[in-house]
Nanobody, 122 residues
């Protein structure tokens, strides 16, 4: 299974922005559906946004209009632009991907990366 490495997290004030990046260990990134997920303390991991190989996107209601998922297949990188951040966006953010959209939506992966911490606080 392809492994993914996340980066770009940090500490930001409410209303601020961050851009997360995700790169794979393998070379077949272009055919993968990619997803960004997050897990807050005491909560289950949830899908935040997904993007197909063709660029179709889907977002959780809680981030619609604030977050933008994108991908650059030439650079084998997926991004999550997070704007208008709120304290409730605080979580560890993970990316992962699969050929199957069903797997991405369900988050049913065997392995996860380390994630990147996003903290939104005054």
């Amino acid at each position: 299974q392809v492994q993914f490495v996340e980066s770009g997290g940090g500490l930001v004030q409410p209303g601020g922005s961050l851009r997360l990046s995700c790169v794979p260990s393998g070379s077949i990134f272009a055919i993968y559906v990619m997803g960004w997920y997050r897990q807050a303390p005491g909560k289950q991991r949830e899908l935040v946004a997904a993007i197909t190989s063709g660029g179709n996107t889907n977002y959780a209601d809680s981030v619609k209009g604030r977050f933008i998922i994108s991908r650059d297949n030439a650079k084998k990188t997926a991004y999550l632009q997070m704007n208008s951040l709120k304290p409730e966006d605080t979580a560890v953010y993970y990316c992962n991907g699969d050929r199957s959209y069903t797997v991405v939506v369900g988050g049913s992966y065997a392995n996860w990366g380390q994630g990147t911490q996003v903290t939104v606080t005054t």
